[in-house]
């Protein structure tokens, strides 16, 4: 049976795609997908991912992986094995962001030195395999790597991002990309002091606010907005 994503489902999906791109974490490559309950619903394989269209995102069936509409991306494995080993993973993000990939490369740890690093905690696992994850067991070695965190490095392939909801794993996906850039600087001129466990927790308290999450999320569809991508999505509507 085919199935079309919802339109408030490939909305966020597309919106998300747009916004991204504008803020640079997506280029031509790079996947965004949300979960309803055994559905996964994920930006097409070619769909542009800063024009992509509601009616391009795919719908897969997460626990056998069969596709209900669409053509997903060919790394699929990503967010059906992590959402396989993650109930309570409600969005899944993949990108090659510039800074967090080239401290993966340099071999470089993104440890929590800056507040944007905190809600990771000490330090941000690496997935030690650069090839595309496309097959149910790299999917599940990277899910491994994630374990029940927020995040993981792909060396020399970008990261990926798990959180409950979709503006949650968007601002996380910011917030890595931020902390990855400023860790450059950083290392650049000395070894950065990390945080302690306590600071971790008093500063991720504060970036976990609802309130905070959800400023990112607004923040990306407004500069997203005002570059002109978003034509057909009502993004102050998703804000």
């Known amino acids: 049976m085919s199935i079309r994503a919802p339109t408030k489902t490939a909305t966020l999906v597309a919106a998300a795609s747009r916004a991204l791109a504008v803020a640079g974490l997506l280029d031509m490559h790079g996947h965004v997908s949300m979960r309803e309950g055994d559905l996964a619903y994920v930006n097409a394989h070619s769909a542009s991912r800063i024009a992509i269209r509601p009616d391009e995102v795919a719908v897969v069936r997460i626990a056998d992986g069969a596709i209900q509409s669409g053509a997903p991306p060919s790394e699929l494995a990503i967010h059906i094995e ?23 490369v340099a071999g470089k740890p993104l440890v929590a030195a800056f507040n944007a690093g905190a809600p990771f905690g000490r330090e941000v696992p690496v997935y030690d395999d650069p090839a ?28 990926a991002v798990v959180a409950p909801d979709l503006v949650t794993c968007v601002a996380l996906s910011l917030q890595l990309e931020e902390s990855a850039r400023r860790l450059w600087l950083a290392y650049s001129i000395g070894e950065p ?32 907005r005002l570059a002109g991508v978003m034509g057909d999505i009502d993004s102050e509507s998703l804000a």
Do not use: C, M
């Open 132 to 159: 595309l994850v496309r097959t149910t067991a790299q999917g599940q070695r990277l899910a491994v790597v994630v374990g029940t965190g927020k995040a993981a490095l792909l060396r020399g392939h970008g990261a």
């Open 82 to 104: 992590l959402y396989r080993a993650r109930p309570d993973a409600g969005a899944v993000l993949h990108f090659h962001a510039l800074y967090a990939t080239a401290l993966a």
């Open 193 to 224: 002091r990390r945080y302690t466990d306590d600071e971790i927790a008093r500063v991720s308290e504060g970036l976990n606010d609802p309130r905070v999450v959800r400023k990112f999320w607004i923040d990306a569809l407004a500069r997203a």
